[in-house]
């Protein structure tokens, strides 16, 4: 049986550390880096070490789809399945998901595309059971790496910085208690609120978060930036933020990750169906082959009720830009 120190020391520091190494991966995989291509992925396959589990080599080209297909069904696997939003809209199915979002992170991909095998692939899965092995033998046994797999699940589960993959794309502003209000609206004691341009915009479909746990997390929870801006490291969002203050000072967003995963699990307007989606576009970025049409699901899948709520047109008639022409919110 696990002692609990193990267990403690799993949850606050290598559960902590462990998704701080996720976040550099992301970070890696826009190649913000190095300047060379190769040396980033060579850079990602040794922060992935203490994962556990090869996946930086898997993760690249479904986050950069997720990028250019952001809220596209069949394309963007950050998407709930409609499987995933029926059985899991209760209670005890969100706090399932919280719980084990890591996993779902990790295997619905697998479901939606599968991207080709590459050397890249080949070299991370080797370097990385190389390393478990090399581990176990040196330290008389598979605790270490066994340590290494927990801080990995904690990392991805219940657990403070795991707020930030509910928080990033899923529908809050229905919330009637609030706590996804602007940063304009929370300074509107200082002076009179002034209409905004961005006020009229349809439901968001990403939210930001400003708070200290972006010091652990490479600044991800300035989400809405860094998907404006994909090229823009992070040392630089909060710059970004303050050339642009007047963009995104309107915007929704969250003051605290704890209460994303809190009130994802407990309120009823908020669930794995609450997703902005896009009716059509994107590409797979790296090539693949899509394990097979989920647009009747999709079709079925509109939030309780079965209808969709039309969000924006893309732009004027006749001009896809990324190829998406309408997103509806799901909720």
């Not at 998704?19 to 992935?48: P, V």
């Not at 904690?154 to 509910?166: M, V």
């Not at 009823?268 to 896009?278: I, L």
């Not at 999709?298 to 004027?316: C, F, H, T, V």
Request: neutral net charge; aromatic residues 14%; hydrophobic residues 40%.
């Amino acid at each position: 049986m696990l002692d609990w120190r193990f267990l403690v020391t799993a949850y606050v520091i290598g559960a902590t550390c462990n998704q701080n190494l996720f976040l550099a991966i992301h970070e890696i995989s826009h190649n913000l880096a190095f300047r060379s291509a190769f040396a980033n992925r060579l850079l990602a396959i040794f922060a992935n070490l203490p994962i556990g589990l090869p996946y930086s080599a898997a993760f690249r080209p479904y986050h950069l789809t997720h990028h250019k297909s952001l809220g596209v069904t069949g394309l963007d696997t950050d998407l709930p399945t409609a499987v995933e939003a029926f059985f899991l809209n209760s209670l005890l199915g969100k706090t399932f998901f919280c719980t084990f979002q890591i996993l779902f992170y990790a295997v619905r991909p697998m479901f939606i595309y599968s991207p080709p095998f590459t050397y890249i692939h080949l070299l991370n899965l080797s370097v990385q059971i190389s390393f478990d092995y090399a581990l176990s033998k040196l330290c008389g046994g598979i605790q270490p790496v066994l340590y290494f797999l927990l801080s990995s699940f904690l990392a991805g589960s219940l657990h403070p910085c795991a707020g930030h993959f509910i928080a990033e794309h899923y529908f809050f502003s229905n919330v009637k208690s609030g706590g996804t209000e602007s940063l304009t609206e929370l300074k509107k004691n200082e002076k009179p609120k002034v209409p905004h341009p961005l006020d009229s915009l349809p439901p968001p479909e990403t939210y930001s978060y400003y708070g200290p746990l972006n010091i652990l997390t490479y600044n991800v929870g300035l989400h809405n930036e860094h998907h404006d801006f994909p090229a823009i490291p992070w040392t630089r969002l909060h710059k970004l933020h303050e050339i642009a203050r007047e963009f995104y000072e309107p915007l929704p967003c969250h003051r605290s990750w704890v209460w994303v995963i809190y009130t994802f699990i407990l309120d009823k307007d908020v669930g794995p169906w609450c997703r902005v989606k896009r009716e059509q576009g994107g590409r797979i970025v790296g090539g693949g082959t899509k394990r097979g049409s989920d647009s009747a699901a999709s079709k079925q899948w509109n939030g309780r009720g079965g209808e969709g709520i039309s969000a924006a047109s893309a732009g004027p008639a006749g001009e896809e830009g990324d190829g998406w022409k309408e997103s509806e919110i799901q909720c």
